[in-house]
């Protein structure tokens, strides 16, 4: 599986942002997607998950009530919809996949096993 996140761009604070990860190759609708950051000097950190049938979902407290995760298994995408955005979700934004069949989300990004390009977002204050 190849992923690609898009959308990213600098927007003001308390705008919204919508992500966009979008698969190529098989199985991805088998697959768990996870959302990670990182901002420069930070370590990479989890943002919201889905499992792989969509019905359980996961977020990160500090973004918890203003993204949104989701995704569309017939045509291998999944979304991060960001609202209230603020400058400390400035950082570069990545989607992984995780290729084991799970109901819960995992949070760790050693945990995942496919990643793709991630995609700037800079939101100014």
């Known amino acids: 599986v190849q992923l690609q996140a898009s959308g990213g761009g600098l927007e003001q604070a308390g705008g919204s942002l919508r992500l966009v990860c979008a698969a190529s190759g098989r199985f991805f609708n088998l697959y768990g997607v996870g959302w990670f950051r990182q901002a420069p000097g930070m370590e990479r950190e989890f943002v919201a998950g889905?499992?792989?049938?969509?019905?359980?979902?996961y977020y990160a407290d500090s973004v918890k009530g203003r993204f949104t995760v989701s995704r569309d298994n017939a045509k291998n995408t999944s979304f991060l919809e960001m609202n209230s955005l603020n400058a400390e979700d400035t950082a570069i934004y990545y989607c992984?996949?995780?290729?084991?069949?799970?109901?819960?989300?995992?949070?760790?990004?050693?945990?995942?096993?496919?990643w793709g390009h991630g995609t700037q977002v800079t939101v100014s204050s």
């Open positions: 992984a996949a995780d290729r084991t069949r799970r109901v819960n989300v995992k949070t760790a990004p050693r945990e995942y096993d496919f």
């Open positions: 889905i499992n792989w049938s969509g019905t359980t979902t």
